[in-house]
């Protein structure tokens, strides 16, 4: 049987350009769980199995469906997230449903045209336990959680257990960024948690459960964790596959806290180029900056922000140890001060710059002429507050 693997990385080279990414550190030494086939299979037997995973679901050299199906477990549906089970698909482009043509299972899309799309009740009866193998990097909008939360969900409701094979938060060295106000509640921002949770996928659900914020269904859920060996919240890890399309190596990663924001204005973070993620720039802001790119239409980018225009910004793609910067608002703070001095600030917030923050007093004091060090001193009493809260439910050391 030929297998994922060929399939999936020739996808990851075309979309992203790499299949390794560095490390930020020392090489690590961390088994994901996934990696720990002694401890899962064995409760797999005699079920029916679904998979929530995409590109990213390797254990070595092989997809975690060919592997399950190596050793004669019963692989019935494969749930996919935003992007795609391939991981090609633009940010918020829906996903239709498919059929693998090398092992004829279902890919069924949870990622539609208007966001998260419920699994329906046939596709709840084709499994009794949903395996979930994903790479996140622990930020309140991205999206691959919220899916997972409607999935626990919906698992509670039909009586299906849930076993999170758990990885490494390439971000969970840090928590960051203001509370999430519930009443902002969408399809980037389900919890109510920093933008920064600094919590792995298995942790999160875990706290969600413990705090009651899924449905009652989804609190009762039997989800089992898998958990990473040799991994703590200090550990620079590896992420060996790139994530999405447009986060293609770990000084993305590292940025895409201070840099997502500006998916909410009229500047361009770097979509549609070989550095999303890791520059910004707008054609008004020529004559403060000589650095300038282009936005084109590319893979996982076909229509990107200011496409075909001449932006002037700042290059940040070298910057040194980017891990270590929090979320810096001080990038969306420069672009907008530019851009007002020059009379051209009207506009320069789109609602969904709120809904990306989670509150709407981050853009009113930016609005008002605040620093970025004023700002995170409004937010880092909740941040400490939820740091406290959080603790009960790490599975890692810090």
Not at 235 to 257: D, F, G, K, R, W
Not at 325 to 340: E, H, M, N, P
Request: charge should be negative; charged fraction near 20%; proline fraction near 8%.
């Amino acid at each position: 049987m030929k297998t994922f693997v060929r399939r999936m990385q020739a996808a990851i080279l075309l979309v992203c350009g790499l299949v390794s990414v560095s490390c930020a550190g020392p090489r690590s030494r961390i088994v994901p769980g996934d990696s720990r086939t002694d401890v899962y299979l064995p409760l797999l037997e005699g079920r029916r199995i679904a998979v929530f995973s995409n590109h990213t679901g390797m254990v070595g050299d092989r997809h975690l469906v060919d592997l399950l199906l190596e050793n004669k477990v019963d692989v019935t549906a494969i749930f996919s997230p935003e992007h795609g089970f391939r991981g090609k698909a633009d940010a918020g482009a829906g996903v239709g449903d498919s059929i693998d043509p090398d092992t004829a299972v279902p890919i069924l899309s949870l990622y539609g045209p208007g966001g998260d799309v419920r699994p329906s009740a046939d596709a709840m009866s084709r499994f009794d336990v949903l395996v979930v193998d994903i790479q996140d990097v622990g930020l309140r909008f991205y999206t691959y959680y919220i899916t997972l939360c409607h999935l626990v969900d919906v698992c509670g409701e039909s009586g299906k257990e849930v076993i999170i094979l758990d990885r490494p938060n390439p971000n969970g060295h840090y928590v960051d960024g203001p509370l999430l106000d519930m009443r902002l509640k969408s399809g980037v921002g389900h919890l109510p948690v920093p933008v920064v949770h600094g919590l792995t996928l298995a942790e999160l659900i875990g706290m969600a459960q413990g705090e009651g914020w899924l449905s009652e269904a989804g609190n009762r859920c039997r989800v089992t964790p898998v958990l990473c060996k040799d991994y703590t919240h200090g550990t620079p890890c590896e992420v060996p596959i790139a994530p999405s399309p447009n986060l293609p190596n770990l000084q993305a990663i590292y940025l895409y806290p201070s840099l997502c924001p500006f998916e909410g204005t009229v500047v361009s973070l770097g979509r549609g180029t070989d550095k999303p993620f890791q520059q910004y720039g707008h054609p008004a802001l020529e004559g403060r900056y000589s650095y300038h790119f282009t936005p084109e239409s590319r893979p996982g980018a076909q229509n990107p922000p200011l496409k075909g225009k001449v932006c002037y910004g700042v290059d940040l793609s070298a910057l040194p140890d980017a891990r270590n910067i929090g979320l810096d608002l001080s990038y969306v703070i420069d672009a907008y001060s530019i851009l007002r001095e020059k009379g051209e600030e009207k506009d320069f917030f789109a609602p969904f710059f709120d809904r990306l923050m989670g509150v709407t007093w981050v853009r009113e004091m930016i609005e008002q002429g605040c620093t970025a060090d004023e700002i995170r001193r409004r937010w880092m009493p909740e941040v400490e507050q939820f740091k406290s809260l959080r603790k009960k439910y790490l599975l890692y050391a810090e």
